[in-house]
């Protein structure tokens, strides 16, 4: 009974380099989300998708890409990391509608150096 | 003005205090609204939805009203292991863009 699954959990990045995030869901949902959480701030949306194959900007997409090649997965890149981008990120997942609200992963907590 | 604002707190109150907790949400086409609880250093996880008459799961009662956009949350006798950050969220124009506050954090002592 997984749920949402992110991977790695702890992440130390030198300014410049790339990584991806993976996250993976078993409860078939439709939708999938990343966002990322710094102090004050709340979460914000990086990207989110609505379907395989399909991905959009939230709130603060820049620096990032994502991919959605299967349903259940969805990946979050960072093509030259910054240490701007030192924060926790978070995957979520639902169905269409959010009567039920979202399952989260654990979380990543990335630093960049 | 952020979209979704909370007090951040902390709020320290003793064990079977009754504690409560608003959020104010700026765009009045706001559709759907919850409120989640996130542990230190843990993932956000739903508490409760908010509905428009006001609903309640046992000790928790959450409360919403349109006309001043705010919603509330209600926590009765309340025990250690409440002690969290309750975050407040709103859906602005779909339910899949939801839009969270920064959170108020409470600490319950004994």
């Known amino acids: 009974n997984a749920g949402v699954t992110q991977t790695p959990k702890f992440r130390v990045l030198k300014t410049g380099q790339s990584m991806t995030l993976l996250c993976a869901q078993d409860m078939n949902h439709e939708y999938m989300y990343w966002y990322r959480q710094d102090p004050g701030m709340g979460l914000r949306l990086i990207h989110y998708?609505?379907?395989?194959?399909?991905?959009a900007k939230g709130e603060v997409p820049d620096g990032y890409n994502v991919s959605r090649l299967k349903k259940q997965n969805f990946l979050l890149g960072l093509e030259s990391a910054a240490p701007s981008q030192t924060s926790v990120y978070f995957c979520?997942?639902?169905?269409?509608?959010?009567?039920?609200?979202?399952?989260f992963g654990s979380g990543t907590r990335l630093t960049v150096v | 003005r952020k979209e979704v604002e909370q007090d951040p707190g902390p709020f320290n109150v003793p064990e079977g205090a009754t504690v409560a907790f608003n959020c104010t949400y700026s765009?009045?086409?706001?559709?759907?609204f919850f409120w989640y609880r996130q542990d230190c250093r843990k993932e956000p996880k739903l508490l409760m939805s908010v509905y428009s008459s006001g609903n309640e799961d046992g000790r928790f009662t959450a409360q919403l009203n349109r006309a001043s956009q705010y919603i509330s949350l209600l926590i009765r006798d309340s025990k250690l292991s409440d002690s969290a950050t309750y975050l407040c969220v709103v859906t602005p124009y779909n339910n899949n863009d939801m839009r969270f506050g920064a959170g108020t954090r409470l600490t319950v002592k004994p």
């Open positions: 979520a997942s639902s169905s269409p509608g959010t009567v039920y609200g979202y399952t």
């Open positions: 765009n009045s086409a706001s559709q759907s």
């Open positions: 998708s609505v379907g395989e194959g399909t991905t």
